[in-house]
């Protein structure tokens, strides 16, 4: 009797450890991988320029990022704030990116961006970090003809990169 729950316990043993050590095993990959457009996507300080070249804003916050198509479209946000546009944008692989009489989610005016780029380490932020640099042209519906110049860097998060 002595012997045969020695015999057990072992067995029991044998397929805890079995069990701990198989359910470890990973199994696939454990990457989920990267978005079509996470070379754009980011928090950016924006300024924006009217055709002039004279300055209109300085250091705002604007957002680039991936739709949930992951298309290689992504979404232009100003927040509702300078241009007051959110607007899908085409990118491509060179980094440039552009739309043509985008739908607008913050009112009724399409936008079409022209020349638009992100430059890899193209910037240095307020820091002194060498950082991406994006920039673009938007002419608005109710403004045709008109010509806005967007440029700004990515931010760091860095509290010395802060405005």
Same mark, same amino acid.
């Given at each position: 009797? @002595?012997? #045969?729950?020695?015999?057990?316990? @072992?067995? *029991? ?5 079995? %069990?701990?050590? $198989? =359910?470890?095993?990973?199994?696939? /990959?454990?990457?989920? !991988?990267?978005? /079509? ?8 300080? *924006? $300024?924006?320029?009217?055709?002039? !070249?004279?300055? *209109? =804003?300085?250091?705002? #916050? ?13 979404? #232009?946000?100003?927040?509702?704030? #300078?241009?007051?546009? @959110?607007?899908?944008?085409? %990118? ?8 043509? /009489? ?14 638009? @780029? ?5 910037? %240095? =932020? ?8 994006? =920039? ?28």
């Amino acid at each position: 009797m @002595k012997n #045969l729950k020695q015999n057990i316990t @072992k067995a *029991i043993m044998v397929l805890f450890v079995l %069990t701990v050590f $198989s =359910s470890c095993d990973e199994t696939g /990959s454990t990457d989920p !991988g990267g978005t /079509s457009v996470e070379k754009f996507a980011g928090e950016w300080y *924006i $300024s924006l320029y009217d055709p002039t !070249g004279a300055a *209109i =804003s300085e250091h705002d #916050l604007f957002d680039t990022y991936n739709t949930a198509a992951n298309d290689g479209t992504m979404w #232009l946000d100003d927040h509702n704030y #300078l241009g007051k546009f @959110k607007i899908k944008a085409t %990118t491509e692989k060179d980094g440039t990116f552009s739309a043509n /009489s985008a739908i607008n989610e913050y009112n009724a005016r399409t936008v079409t961006i022209t020349e638009g @780029k992100v430059e890899q380490n193209a910037a %240095t =932020s307020k820091g002194g970090h060498t950082v991406d640099k994006i =920039s673009f042209n938007a002419e608005f519906s109710d403004e045709p003809g008109v010509i806005y110049y967007y440029e700004g860097h990515r931010r760091t998060g860095f509290y010395e990169d802060e405005y």
